[in-house]
Structure formats: C-alpha cells, structure tokens
C-alpha cells in the first residue's frame, strides 16, 4: 500500500464513522416505522427469533424437519411484510442502511476472487486526506476572482510596448474560463512573471472554484515542499516520503507555486522533473508559477525538463509593476 500507516489509520477512522452513521440513520428510520405500524415490528422481532433457532438447529445437529418448517414460517413472514410495506406504498429498501460506496458497503474491502481487497473508496479517501495535511492554511478567501484587481496594471506601454492592463486583463479571463470548464484533462499552465503580479491570487482563485467543483486540489510553495521532500528523503522515512509523492501526483489539480525560489540541488531538480512528469503521464493538469525566465529554468533544471514544461502548458505571462507596492 502506498500510504503509511497514520493516513491508512485516519482513512479507516472516516470510513468507520461512515458506516455507524448509515447504520444509525437505518435504525432510526425503522425504529420510526415501527412505531407508525407495529405490525411490522412483530414480525421483525419473530423472524429474528426464527433466525436463531434455525442457527441453533443447524449447531447442534437438530432434524431438518424443524428446520424446515422454520424456513417456511420465515418465508411466510418475510411475505407479509413485503405485503404491508406494499399496501403502504413504502419501498422496501427502507429497512437496508444507505453506505455511501455500495460496493463495500464503507467497510473498504471487497471480496474478488476468494480474495480480500482493499475498495477504492478507501485508496480514495487515504489520497484525499494526505492532500489535506499538505494544503493546510491555504489563504483562499482572500483569493478570489472578485478580489483581483486589474486597476492595479498600467495603462501605459511597459518597455517592451506591451500595456500591463491589456496583458492581465486577457489572462483574468483565461483563468477564469480554465475555472470554469476545469476537467481532469484541463491543460496544465505556467503562469511566468515578477514577484508581485498576481500569479499566485490567480491559481488560488482557481483553486477556489475548482475545489466548489468538488476536485481535489493541492497548492504547494515550491521550496516548502521540495524541503520536506528532501527531509524525508534523507531521514529515511520512505514512507512519509512516498505519502507526499503520491498526493501530490495524484491531486486532481496540482498548483506548484515560486517555483525557482527553493534551494536547487540535484535531489530538487530531479524530484521537480519527476513530479511533473508523472502528473503529464497521469494525465493530470499542474499550474506552475515562476518568476524565471526561460534561460533561467533551463539554467536551473534542464531543457529536458524545460521543453517537457513548455510542451505541456499554456503559457501565461505576466507583466507589470509589483502590485503590493501599487496597494
Ligand atoms: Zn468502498
């Protein structure tokens, strides 16, 4: 299993919690049954009786005469209670608990084959909760579309002739359509520019409407992520280390933010490269931001790495003056 025994642990604790709820919801809407028509109750309470002495028959080697005279009774009542619950036009399905996954019915294993195995859901769920103990404290609220502000890009032509607020107007829209129409299968995008132009307000405003979209999204800041990678890797604690790996390459949404800013070392820079890379072979969409330019990643990485990134994404280049000091 690709997970360590703490998420595999707090999996097992929400689905567990899952069941007993399905399970006391059930109670409760039989126990509310019963009571509207006691009939019902009556023929619960012998079937379960005849249930156990049939149980009883069976240990101890009893005739199969009795049995089967139990068997029919049972039959016979289970009848009747279809006819009740027919004649009070109640789906009979009224009585079963209702599992969140049918399939395992929130136990996270399945029998296939002779053999136990673990359910999705449950490989779901582990993947869902470690991508929750990296994105902790995402400042979310404050980045929203509705509270980016193009007011702060000139009107004016920069040095290259380009006018700031024209740039960022069309990337606004960009992002807010590649919100919109988000999929799995999105394109991944390398949001490039200075420090102070908005790219992270945008990919968290991203984030934001594709998380209500009910995808998981993980936002990392390159050097934190890349430190407690490279702390795990060094400290032996493989496990912790694969748990990171796997939820940051199986996120729905990926948001790799400054990246550049972190201490490049052979270990990032493969981990930079292997971390993209399986999210391309994954198929899943990466937003990347950087205040490098090209040359610079090429410097920093490879153009191996360089050209894979340029392949895969659109390109958003920022530009402007440093919006913080503009506020
Ligand atoms: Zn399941």
Sequence with gaps: MPYSQEIYHLAKDRLSERRQQALRTADYRREQLYKEIPTLREINNELMTIGASIAKCIVSNDNHTSIKELSERSLALQQEQKAILDDNHIDKNILEPIFTCKKCEDTGYVERDNRTEVCDCLIQLMAEIAGEQLSTNLPLQESTFDRFKLDYYSTEPDNNGKIPFNRMSNIYRYCVDYAD??????????????????????????????????????????????????????NYR??????????????????????????ISPFTTSCVYNLFNSR??????????TNMQL?????????????????????????????????
């Design 295 to 327: 040359n610079e990643l090429i410097k920093a990485y490879s153009q191996r790495f360089v050209s894979r990134l340029i392949g895969a994404c659109d390109r958003l280049d920022f530009i402007g003056e440093d919006i913080r000091t503009e506020k």
């Design 181 to 234: 129409t988000f999929s799995i299968h999105s394109k991944s995008l390398l949001m490039r520019g200075g420090t102070g132009l908005g790219k992270t307000h945008l990919s968290l405003a991203v984030a934001n409407e594709v998380i209500k979209k009910g995808f998981s999204v993980i936002y990392v800041s390159a050097p934190e992520i890349f430190f407690k990678l490279e702390r795990e890797h060094f």
């Design 280 to 289: 391309i072979l994954a198929g899943k969409p990466t937003i990347i931001n």
């Design 238 to 263: 493989y496990s912790d280390q694969e748990d990171t790996f796997n939820s940051l390459v199986k996120c729905d949404l990926l948001i790799l933010d400054d990246l550049g800013t972190e201490f």
